[in-house]
């Protein structure tokens, strides 16, 4: 498939997630059936003298167990970015197709994410900026306009963010400093076609080439030497519609790439494909006892486990309870930009346990034992 193509076609693919994403909001209708008997003694009564009166209702929402949670610090996308209907963004997941995922790449002190001007009309996120802050108390590190960047690898490399310029003329790899953002480009081998990136922290891993024939080609190694590259062949097929989510994972010294249903298991380091595990159909990989070894992250999942706690939403609060049931405490979502409650994610880094919403972000508490 020639480039260009390729690129029509995968961007038409993301587009039409975005929307379908938009369509599946559905808003309820109920339809009150009133029936108007008119009345021969009284014909000047009209219709709406007859129609039901209605008195207001209050909702009374009951506050959850356990006492109120003090966030250590919030930050608003707005105040950040300097700009009105500004939103965060997830650098792990597209960024030229707004799909509205929130997070953060995890830099150690500090903590990486992306912001934009979400456009509903192109279904994009305009004027992407990236934004460091201060894992201890929410503070501004710095911030990069990288230019064109589509999706980055969720684990740093050296103290750089890799991530994929996919649909610019010239394919490039971007790295962005954790610690100043600085921002350089590395074009990719001209007969690649590169359409996801991962890294494992030492090695960057790119998958090239075309998903819907089953000949995509496994790269990983340094950015500064793509040529040395090792290489593995990826069979699997998948029409270029399903890449809106993540491809490539790693962890523990293992990688994945899922595709089609199908996972093709290796070694990050050297590209050897790994024996005895498989993968079920709800992201776990197992091994061939059937023990789980690996749960493939859900970016939508608003539940999380961390030590021994549980984040789970109640109403409009999080609650964090205790493998005994104990109920720690109760965190109520604010409200974002359009009144309604924020939308957002718990996130686990080093440095403590988060709410990453489209609108703000908080920190809640260091990481629990």
């Not at 891993?205 to 090792?230: F, I, T, Y």
Request: negative net charge; hydrophobic residues 40%.
């Amino acid at each position: 498939m020639k480039d260009s193509t390729t690129r029509t076609v995968l961007a038409a693919a993301a587009v039409t997630v975005a929307v379908v994403s938009v369509a599946a909001a559905a808003v309820v209708l109920v339809n009150v059936d009133v029936s108007v008997k008119p009345s021969m003694d009284d014909a000047t009564t009209s219709a709406f003298d007859e129609m039901p009166t209605f008195s207001e209702e209050t909702e009374t929402i009951e506050v959850p167990a356990g006492p109120a949670l003090e966030p250590s610090w919030r930050i608003d996308a707005e105040t950040v970015y300097g700009r009105q209907f500004a939103a965060f963004r997830s650098p792990t997941a597209s960024l030229t197709f707004d799909l509205g995922v929130t997070g953060v790449i995890d830099a150690g002190d500090v903590l990486v994410t992306a912001m934009g001007l979400p456009n509903p009309r192109s279904s994009s996120l305009d004027a992407v900026e990236f934004v460091a802050l201060d894992a201890d108390d929410g503070s501004v590190r710095w911030k990069a306009s990288p230019g064109t960047v589509d999706v980055c690898a969720s684990v740093p490399v050296q103290s750089e963010i890799v991530c994929l310029d996919t649909y610019s003329d010239v394919q490039s790899l971007v790295t962005i400093g954790t610690n100043d953002g600085v921002v350089k480009r590395i074009p990719v081998p001209e007969d690649w076609y590169v359409y996801a990136i991962e890294s494992d922290g030492t090695s960057v891993l790119l998958l090239e080439g075309s998903p819907e024939d089953g000949e995509s080609v496994l790269h990983g190694g340094s950015v500064n030497a793509l040529d040395r590259m090792w290489r593995l062949p990826i069979t699997t097929s998948m029409g270029w519609e399903g890449l809106s989510g993540t491809v490539i994972h790693t962890a523990d010294g293992r990688g994945v790439v899922a595709m089609g249903g199908e996972a093709t298991f290796f070694d990050p380091t050297t590209g050897a494909p790994v024996r005895g595990l498989d993968m079920t159909s709800d992201d776990t990989v197992v091994d061939s006892t059937g023990a789980t070894v690996w749960e493939l992250p859900d970016p939508f999942d608003t539940d999380k486990v961390v030590g021994n706690t549980r984040y789970s939403i109640d109403g409009p609060a999080y609650v964090a309870t205790t493998d005994s049931g104990d109920v720690r405490w109760h965190w109520t979502i604010p409200a974002g930009s359009d009144g309604f409650t924020d939308s957002g994610t718990i996130a686990q880094t080093r440095s403590g346990v988060f709410f990453l919403g489209t609108d703000s972000m908080v920190r809640l508490e260091s990481v629990p034992s």
